[in-house]
């Protein structure tokens, strides 16, 4: 079975760090790239960030210089370092493999004081 499960969420006052993990299983190499997205209730999901195979990695505008991906291919997972968090990065966080077919339940981040 398919399944990809995030965990690392919670709530952090603004400048705070949070860092977020994603475990792959069920045919799912991360190795093969994974991405992160973010989706706040009402609004359309939001792109944060992608490694590829390769291992090159983008960012979103709104995270570029605060967030970093990565990943571990002997634990099947993917992290997203969250640095200098702003209440504007609240949201439930996502990650899904590149032909974006799976996604996993997200976790919620919340940032406030």
């Known amino acids: 079975q398919v399944q990809l499960v995030e965990s690392g969420g919670g709530l952090v006052q603004p400048g705070g760090s949070l860092r977020l993990s994603c475990v792959a299983s069920g045919g799912i190499s991360v190795a093969n790239g994974m991405a992160w997205y973010r989706q706040v209730p009402g609004s359309r999901r939001e792109w944060v960030a992608t490694?590829?195979?390769?291992?090159?990695?983008a960012y979103g505008d709104s995270v570029r210089g605060r967030f970093t991906i990565s990943r571990d291919n002997a634990e099947n997972s993917v992290f997203l370092q969250m640095n200098g968090l702003k209440p504007e990065d609240t949201a439930v966080y996502l990650c899904?493999?590149?032909?974006?077919?799976?996604w996993g339940q997200g976790t919620q981040v919340t940032v406030s004081s």
């Open positions: 899904t493999e590149l032909t974006y077919r799976y």
């Open positions: 490694i590829t195979s390769s291992g090159s990695r």
